[in-house]
C-alpha cells in the first residue's frame, strides 16, 4: 500500500528534479465559485507535466544494475519516464498507440526516448510494454498502477495543503487514477474533511465506469482534447482501483464543449496555456456541475503539453477536427 510516509519519503527523493510549482489564485474562477480558487501550475515542470513527480520517485526505487525502462503511455508519462531514465543513464522505450498526438511523440524521441507505437489503445501499449519488459529485462513503469508512481504525484497533495490548509475541496483530473489516489492519501491524512472529487472527460472515463461497476471495467477509447485522460486502469489493477474506490468522494464529467470552453477561459482570463486534460477541473466549476461547496477550492493544471496548432485555433475561436471529434469554433465569452 501507499502512506503519507512514503508520501513524505517521495517529496525528498524528487526535490532538485522535479519542481514545487507555484499554486495561483484565479480571481476569475474564484468570483465563479464564490470561494477562493486555485490553480497549482503542474505545467511548469520541466516536461510540462506533473508526471515527472511519480517517474523519478518509481526510478530512484529500481534495483541496482537495471538497465533500462519501458512504460505505456498517453505521451506524459513516457516523458516523464524518459526524461528521469537519462538523467539516471537508462534507456527507455515508450509504447503508445497510435490516438497518441505527434507532439507528445516528438518530445520524448528529443529527450532520448525509443518509442514503439502499437495499436489503436493504451491498453494495446500496455500489453507490448509488459512483453518488452519480460523478453527485454527492462523493468515496466505503470504510469497509475505503481506505489512510488502514486507516492511521488501525491506530494502535490503536500504542496496544496500547505499553502492552503484549510481548503476544502480539491479537483484532481482523473484518468488511471495515480494522481488522485496519491493527492486524496495526503490531502486526507492532513485534514480528513477535505473532500477530493475526480474529474474526467464523458466519453470514454475508465475509472468511472469501474467505480460505477465495482471492479475495473475496459471502456472504448475515444478522441478527446483530454488526450491524457484516454486509457484504460487495466483489468488486473491492484493498486489505484481500490485507493480511489476508498478515498475519492465523488467523480464528476464534463464534456468537449466544456473543456474547450474552460481552455479558453484559462487563456483568456488568466493567461495561461494549459492542455485539455488539465482543465477538466476549471470545466466542472464553469459548467455549474459543482455542489457549491464551503471554502477554499484547488485544482491541478496538470500539464500544458498541447499541440500549439490545435491550440491556437481553440482560442481563436475556430472549427477543432481531431479524428472523429469535430468541435464548432466559438469567439471566448466569460
Ligand atoms: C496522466 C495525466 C492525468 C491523469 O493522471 P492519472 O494518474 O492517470 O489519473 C491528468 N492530466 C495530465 C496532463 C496527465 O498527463
Not at 67 to 90: D, E, F, L, Q
Not at 192 to 204: F, H
Not at 245 to 257: C, G
Request: charge should be neutral; hydrophobic fraction near 45%; include cysteine.
Amino acid at each position: 500500500m501507499v502512506t503519507l510516509a512514503n508520501i513524505l519519503a517521495a517529496r525528498a527523493t524528487i526535490a532538485g528534479i522535479a519542481e514545487k510549482t507555484p499554486l495561483l489564485q484565479s480571481d476569475f474562477l474564484s468570483k465563479a465559485a464564490g470561494q477562493p480558487f486555485y490553480l497549482k501550475l503542474e505545467t511548469m515542470q520541466p516536461i510540462g507535466a506533473f508526471k515527472l513527480r511519480g517517474a523519478v520517485n518509481a526510478l530512484a526505487h529500481l534495483p541496482e544494475g537495471t538497465r533500462g525502462v519501458t512504460c505505456c503511455s498517453t505521451g506524459n508519462h513516457g516523458r516523464g519516464v524518459a526524461y528521469a531514465a537519462r538523467r539516471a543513464g537508462m534507456q527507455a522505450l515508450i509504447c503508445m498507440s497510435a490516438l497518441v498526438p505527434d507532439t507528445k511523440r516528438q518530445a520524448i524521441q528529443a529527450i532520448g526516448g525509443t518509442l514503439r507505437i502499437v495499436g489503436q489503445s493504451q491498453d494495446d501499449a500496455l500489453r507490448e510494454s509488459q512483453r518488452l519488459a519480460q523478453e527485454e529485462g527492462l523493468a515496466e513503469i505503470s504510469p497509475f498502477d505503481n506505489p512510488h508512481v502514486i507516492a511521488g504525484q501525491g506530494t502535490i497533495g503536500l504542496e496544496i495543503l500547505e499553502a492552503v490548509p484549510d481548503a476544502a475541496l480539491l479537483l484532481v483530473p482523473l484518468s488511471g487514477g495515480g494522481l488522485a489516489a496519491g493527492v486524496a492519501l495526503a490531502a486526507k491524512a492532513i485534514n480528513p474533511a477535505i473532500r477530493v472529487v475526480g474529474i474526467s472527460m464523458d466519453r470514454g472515463a475508465a475509472m468511472h465506469a469501474s467505480l460505477q461497476a465495482g471492479h475495473p471495467v475496459e471502456v472504448t477509447e475515444h478522441v478527446s482534447l483530454a488526450d491524457s485522460l484516454g486509457g484504460g486502469i487495466g483489468l488486473s489493477n491492484q493498486l489505484s482501483f481500490p485507493l480511489c474506490r476508498k478515498w475519492l468522494d465523488d467523480v464528476v464529467l464534463v464534456t468537449e464543449e466544456e473543456i474547450l470552453h474552460a481552455m479558453q477561459a484559462l487563456y483568456f482570463e488568466d493567461g495561461l496555456v494549459a492542455e485539455g486534460a488539465s482543465v477538466v477541473g476549471s470545466a466542472a466549476l464553469l459548467s455549474g456541475k459543482l455542489s457549491a461547496p464551503k471554502g477554499p477550492i484547488a485544482t491541478i493544471l496538470t500539464g500544458r503539453n498541447v499541440d500549439m496548432a490545435v491550440f491556437t485555433r481553440i482560442v481563436g475561436g475556430q472549427d477543432v477536427v481531431l479524428g472523429d471529434l469535430k468541435l464548432r469554433g466559438r469567439a471566448y465569452a466569460a
